[in-house]
């Protein structure tokens, strides 16, 4: 996740979270992430599991 992402400002992620999962899926990388965004495209909100500072968290960023 990168500073002035969209997600950073309006969704609760921080620079440099790892994302672990996206809607109950493992993500490996960024194409694994965009195939589960795009999937998910209807909803309004997608759940995360993100490693930030070796301490795991869980996140539902908007979508819309």
Known sequence: VWNHSPAVKNNG????????TADGEKVR????????????KEKDKLDLVVMRNQVEHKLSVNTK
């Open 13 to 20: 992620l921080k620079k440099g979270d790892v994302i672990l």
């Open 29 to 40: 990388d960024i194409k694994d992430f965009f195939a589960i965004a795009v999937k998910n």
